[in-house]
T-cell receptor, first 115, second 114 residues
Framework: GAVVSQHPSRVICKSGTSVKIECRSL??????MFWYRQFPKKSLMLMAT?????????EQGVEKDKFLINHASLTLSTLTVTSAHPEDSSFYIC???????????FGSGTRLTVV | AQSVTQLGSHVSVSEGALVLLRCNYS??????LFWYVQYPNQGLQLLLK??????LVKGINDFEAEFKKSETSFHLTKPSAHMSDAAEYFC????????????FGTGTQLKVEL
């Protein structure tokens, strides 16, 4: 079946630095990928829709300058958390391709801790 | 806009007992409904999905769910709980014209006791 690889699984960074998270579709092409954020003991919040070859579509309230999304190829989308702050610490999960008929495939998530 | 409500943030069952996790949806158009399971510090794994075919949907690990339009429900069940079923379960909805977006419920933590 479809496999989505997300890397890194865990990252610790200092305040003010930037962190890049990668989401790759391993055995299929994904023109659309989704980025979610999950707070502790909470549900998943859609941050943005990543579109191959065009700008990402951000959900209301998500700072596009802080959470930079790049979808340069049909198998790779990246989320860069810029000038990270402790409040950006969270679990970030990507979802690649799929649709409502075949279902959606999720990456294994990235635990970001900003110190 | 579509939404799902999961009743009960925590459910505890004995091993071997019936599992019932509740999900109600709200949508002005026919919905597509999903159940996902999440283990600690991992992504989401699809358990099953309803896409307007059979109303009783069977998924992996003996889970199943029934779509009931009259009750706007899509409850998840499993006849006999296993310790390995302990995890967080999310119900999600997607609709035509919604841009393939998934809207998740708040999740239900399932605890399985000996």
């Amino acid at each position: 079946g479809a496999v989505v690889s997300q890397h890194p699984s865990r990252v610790i960074c200092k305040s003010g630095t930037s962190v890049k998270i990668e989401c790759r579709s391993l055995d299929f092409q994904a023109t659309t990928m989704f980025w979610y954020r999950q707070f502790p003991k909470k549900s998943l919040m859609l941050m943005a829709t990543s579109n191959e070859g065009s700008k990402a579509t951000y959900e209301q309230g998500v700072e596009k300058d802080k959470f930079l999304i790049n979808h340069a190829s049909l198998t790779l989308s990246t989320l860069t958390v810029t000038s990270a702050h402790p409040e950006d610490s969270s679990f970030y999960i990507c979802s690649a391709g799929g649709d409502r008929v075949y279902g959606y495939t999720f990456g294994s998530g990235t635990r970001l801790t900003v110190v | 806009a579509q939404s799902v409500t999961q009743l009960g943030s925590h459910v505890s069952v004995s091993e071997g007992a019936l599992v019932l996790l509740r999900c109600n949806y709200s949508s002005s158009v026919p919905p597509y409904l999903f159940w996902y399971v999440q283990y600690p510090n991992q992504g989401l794994q699809l358990l099953l999905k309803y896409t307007s075919a059979a109303t009783l949907v069977k998924g992996i690990n003996d889970f199943e769910a029934e779509f009931k339009k009259s009750e706007t429900s899509f409850h998840l069940t499993k006849p006999s709980a296993h310790m390995s079923d302990a995890a967080e379960y999310f119900c999600a909805v997607s609709v035509t014209g919604g841009g393939n977006k998934l809207t998740f419920g708040t999740g239900t933590q399932l605890k399985v006791e000996l």
